[in-house]
Each structure stands twice: as structure tokens, then as C-alpha cells.
């Protein structure tokens, strides 16, 4: 699908710019792990002031402008990291992270919504799946070029911050390059509904299909026995989104303090190549792993990926060295993508309608756990110790186990898009 091909453009920055933006705060700037906790979650509440708006926009206006305004947003953002490095100032390089964060969702909630309109509910989260193979695919492209200039750069030139970090600029060219030919390519109009008419030259229900779902929900939310157990379902789950988040960014952003502080890793080199395999063959893996959660049911699907991923977590403070370590944390990553891929089929399936602002709330929840995440990691790793983030990251994944089956069981009568067993 063009659509889900352009994201590989998209996606060409995504592991260097995570390696980097730890390497730069810590080695660079010198920064504490407050202010590396402070950072990080600089990034994520840029988002958070974004996902409503974009949410809502999401579904009055062209998906395809808002994409082009995301994509065009992160490639400044890249540049005005690549400024501060060059002028070495912490606070125009958060500037940068913030603003970046803003962008996020003008890019990934609208796209979320066209994969979503596109795709029969039988096969989303294969639909998304594809979508994170993808990334993967312009993750690794964007890695082995990143990394070369790195590499190359360390060896011959290595205080020339001008060239070190110079496929920051190659990731500002790739993202305005995405949102062009996103705008030129996609047809937003046409979904999975009109497609099946128009194969069934049915021409009066396709012009009347986005009608058809109008009335279709109204006449869904009069049968429903109690409006109090969908928004009472509903809470839940935007809290086990929430939860996720906060687990999902309480340790990463200090995995590379980890490595140095207890495993004894501080070759900038061997702590990127820690990184890789985690960053680029768990999405890489995402197709399958999107077939795989369509077949099963989503409850059994948490319960399997948050019980291996409180597991391999505790592996991980447990790792004797840097080979063991990125092993772990592959599989750490890799359930991670499984566990997001479960969310966002169900999240997809609430409204048709509405979908635009379900996928913006739950990605403004997906914010707010995020900043929430490293500022506490920041603060128990600096005051208790370097595993304490990791521990608490063990219990909080745990939780989501609870939250999300009580939310599927109040909500599963009332989705738009029935959630099979």
C-alpha cells in the first residue's frame, strides 16, 4: 500500500536520533539524570499540547495536510537539534526535542486513522503490523547511513560537530520528503467500505457510505442498555494506555547511564550497536507479529506480551554484559511493538465516526505517560539507585494486565467494529 510505504521515508531517523539524543545530553552536554529525565519528557509534552487539537482536526479536515504539517514540523525540529549541538546549548536542543514532540502527532494520528479506515477489522493489527515492518525497513536504511557518517566522522574529524551530526539534516530532508509525496500519492477518500461497494457496483451505497456509518453508530449508541459501562470502559482503557506509556518511557531513556554506570560500557560505538537490534528488527518483525494478534483473542494477547515483558525487564538488571544486554532488550522491545499493536487494533474498533479523536485522546494519553515516565526514572535512578526505574518498570507492567481486561469487558458490546473472542 503507497500509504504505508511512504513511512519509510518517514522513519530513517528514529534509531540514530534515540541513540543520539541520549549520547548528546549525557556526553555533549554533561547533563544530570534529572535533566536528561527533564529532556525527554520536553519531547512528549509537545506532544501532549498537540494530540487533542490534531485529534479533532483528524476528523474535519484533510488527513493528508495534517501529515504534510507533521512531516515538514519534525524536519525543522532536526534542524534546530542539529543548532543547538553546533552552538552547544541544552536549552535550544530541548527546544528542539519540544518541538519535534508537537509535530509527533500531526504525523501518526491521522495516518493511524487512514490504516484504520482502510483496512477490514479482521486483519488491523496486520494492517498496522505492515505499517511497523516499514518502519523498520527506513530504520535500518537510515541507521546504516547515520551510523557510517558517524563512524567515519569519530575516526577523522572526530570535533567537527558540523559533520558528526550531520544526518540530522539527512533526516529533515527524508521527513519533507515523506510529507510531499504522502499529499501527491494517498486518496483519503477512498476506504475499505467504498472499495467493497465499489466491487459489488453498488454506486448508491458507496456515494452514502459515510452516512451509512453515521447512522449505523446512532443507531448502536440508542440500543446500548448503559452508557455508563462504555464510558466507564472507556476510562479504563485510556488509563491502560496511560500505564503503558509511563512504563514504556520510566527506564529506556536511561539504558545508555545503565551501560555505562553497571555494565561498564562507554564506547559510544559498542552502545549503538547495544542499540541496533532492538531499535530496527523488532519492527521489523511487526507483520508477523500483527497476523499473529488478529488470531488471537486481545486479552490473552496482553496477558502473554505484559507478563514477558515484566520478565525480560528484570533480565535485563540482571545482564553481565553488553551482548546479553542487547539480547534483552530486543525481546523487551519486541513485546513492547506486540503490546501497541494489540492497543491500537481495539482503540480502532470504538468508533468510525469518531475515530480521529479516539486515536488523538489515546496519543495524548500515550503523552502524558511519557512525560510522567522519565521524570520519575530520572529522579528514583538519581536518589535510590540505577535499577530502581527498572523495578518499578517491572510492577507498572504488570498493572496494565488488570486495567485492560476490565476495560475490553465493558466495552466489548459497544464497539462500532465488534471485537471478536
Known amino acids: 500500500m503507497p500509504m504505508i510505504r511512504i513511512v519509510f521515508w518517514n522513519s530513517m531517523g528514529f534509531f540514530f536520533f534515540w541513540f543520539l539524543g541520549q549520547f548528546a545530553i549525557i556526553q555533549l552536554f554533561e547533563a544530570t539524570p534529572a535533566e536528561l529525565g527533564l529532556s525527554f519528557s520536553g519531547q512528549t509534552f509537545g506532544g501532549l499540547l498537540s494530540a487533542p487539537i490534531v485529534g479533532y482536526l483528524t476528523d474535519r479536515m484533510s488527513k493528508k495536510i495534517l501529515v504534510l504539517i507533521g512531516s515538514f514540523g519534525r524536519g525543522i525540529a532536526y534542524i534546530v537539534m542539529y543548532l543547538g549541538i553546533l552552538i552547544s546549548l541544552l536549552p535550544v536542543f530541548a527546544f528542539g526535542l519540544f518541538f519535534l514532540g508537537f509535530f509527533v502527532g500531526f504525523f501518526w494520528s491521522p495516518l493511524d486513522a487512514l490504516i484504520a479506515q482502510k483496512s477490514h477489522k479482521t486483519y488491523r493489527s496486520s494492517a498496522f503490523g505492515i505499517q511497523g515492518g516499514m518502519l523498520g525497513w527506513g530504520n535500518l536504511t537510515g541507521s546504516a547511513l547515520s551510523i557510517f557518517i558517524f563512524l567515519i566522522t569519530n575516526i577523522l574529524v572526530p570535533n567537527n560537530a558540523f559533520l558528526v551530526y550531520s544526518p540530522l539534516v539527512l533526516f529533515m530532508i527524508s521527513n519533507v520528503y515523506a ?18 461497494n465499489n466491487l459489488s457496483e453498488n454506486e448508491e451505497i458507496t456515494n452514502k457510505n459515510k452516512v451509512k456509518i453515521t447512522e449505523y453508530e446512532e443507531t448502536h449508541q440508542d440500543t446500548r442498555k448503559s452508557l455508563l459501562n462504555f464510558y466507564l470502559g472507556f476510562s479504563i482503557l485510556v488509563l491502560a494506555i496511560l500505564t503503558i506509556n509511563i512504563n514504556q518511557t520510566i527506564a529506556p531513556p536511561f539504558f545508555m547511564l545503565y551501560l555505562n554506570d553497571e555494565i561498564g560500557v562507554v564506547n ?18 511487526a507483520p508477523k507479529m500483527g497476523k499473529i494478534a488478529d ?13 514477558f515483558g515484566a520478565l525480560v525487564t528484570f533480565l535485563i538488571i540482571n545482564s553481565v554484559n553488553g551482548l546479553m544486554f542487547a539480547i534483552i532488550l530486543l525481546l523487551d522491545s519486541t513485546f513492547a511493538w506486540a503490546g501497541n499493536l494489540i492497543i491500537q487494533n481495539v482503540t480502532s474498533r470504538i468508533s468510525k465516526m469518531h475515530r480521529g479523536k479516539v486515536f488523538g485522546l489515546a496519543r495524548w494519553m500515550s503523552f502524558i505517560g511519557a512525560v510522567i515516565g522519565p521524570l520519575i526514572g530520572g529522579w528514583t535512578y538519581a536518589e535510590f539507585g540505577s535499577t530502581t526505574p527498572f523495578v518499578i518498570s517491572i510492577f507498572v507492567e504488570l498493572s496494565v494486565i488488570p486495567l485492560y481486561i476490565s476495560a475490553i469487558k465493558f466495552l466489548k458490546p459497544h464497539m462500532a467494529e465488534k471485537l471478536e473472542d
Request: charged share 10%.
Open 179 to 196: 510529507g510531499i509525496i504522502f499529499n501527491k500519492n494517498v486518496d483519503e477518500d477512498l476506504t475499505y467500505e467504498i472499495y467493497t
Open 268 to 285: 559510544p560505538i559498542a552502545i549503538m550497536l547495544i542499540y541496533l537490534p532492538s531499535q530496527i528488527i523488532s519492527l521489523l518483525l
Open 295 to 307: 488470531k488471537i483473542s486481545p486479552i490473552i494477547g496482553i496477558i502473554l506480551v505484559s507478563g
